[in-house]
T-cell receptor
């Protein structure tokens, strides 16, 4: 069974600085998707970025980028030029991509990011 | 931008009572999901629903749980006889296709007394 591990329960960053959130996963599959979701306090989870496992190029969305290391099964999220609005719980998630067998997301335990002014 | 909406935002129920959590998925989406998050724990998959039937369910989704799409817009999760351990945040999600990203609602906080 696949598992997702986020080893940093909490992180803190100064406004305008860069922070990296860690995520590792375990799977025997070769074709899958990885996601980072952001959950502000009392708000819905929002998709931040996604990575397809067969793509070697790291995904980027504005100030958010990932460092995807397939062999090491690592999928970290880098937030550049951190803003106060980035403060949230961040979840790493995995989804298989095998022929529609399942679409469920498997989540890590989350990292609570605080942004200091 | 279209959103998934969930009601109520907070539900308090006596143990043993039935509860129905409601979700309105994004209108053109075809796949619907329920997840839950017990306080301090990870988000866990409960069930997925497509073409008016359950396509997958987890071991958590036992006979006490059921889902329904009673009309063209709502997607509901019913817990027949609630237990203390059902206290959690319940998230509804939808996706256009099964392989497309899932969009989540704000969640319903369910408190069982």
């Amino acid at each position: 069974a696949q598992t997702v591990t986020q080893s940093q329960p909490e992180m803190s960053v100064q406004e305008a600085e860069t922070v990296t959130l860690s995520c590792t996963y375990d799977t025997s599959e070769s074709d899958y998707y990885l996601f980072w979701y952001k959950q502000p306090p009392s708000r819905q989870m929002i998709l931040v970025i996604r990575q397809e496992a067969y793509k070697q190029q790291n995904a980027t969305e504005n100030r958010f980028s990932v460092n995807f290391q397939k062999a090491a099964k690592s999928f970290s999220l880098k937030i550049s030029d951190s803003q106060l609005g980035d403060a949230a719980m961040y979840f790493c998630a995995y989804r298989t991509n095998y022929g529609g067998a399942t679409n469920k997301l498997i989540f890590g335990t989350g990292t609570l990011l605080a942004v200091q002014p | 931008e279209p959103e998934v909406t969930q009601t109520p935002s907070h539900q308090v129920t006596q143990m043993g009572q039935e509860v129905i959590l409601r979700c309105v998925p994004i209108s053109n989406h075809l796949y619907f999901y329920w997840y839950r998050q017990i306080l301090g724990q990870k988000v866990e998959f409960l069930v997925s629903f497509y073409n008016n039937e359950i396509s997958e369910k987890s071991e958590i989704f036992d006979d006490q749980f059921s889902v329904e799409r009673p009309d063209g817009s709502n997607f509901t999760l019913k817990i027949r006889s609630t237990k203390l351990e059902d206290s959690a945040m319940y998230f509804c999600a939808s996706s256009l296709q099964g392989t497309q990203p899932q969009h989540f609602g704000d969640g319903t906080r369910l408190s069982i007394l």
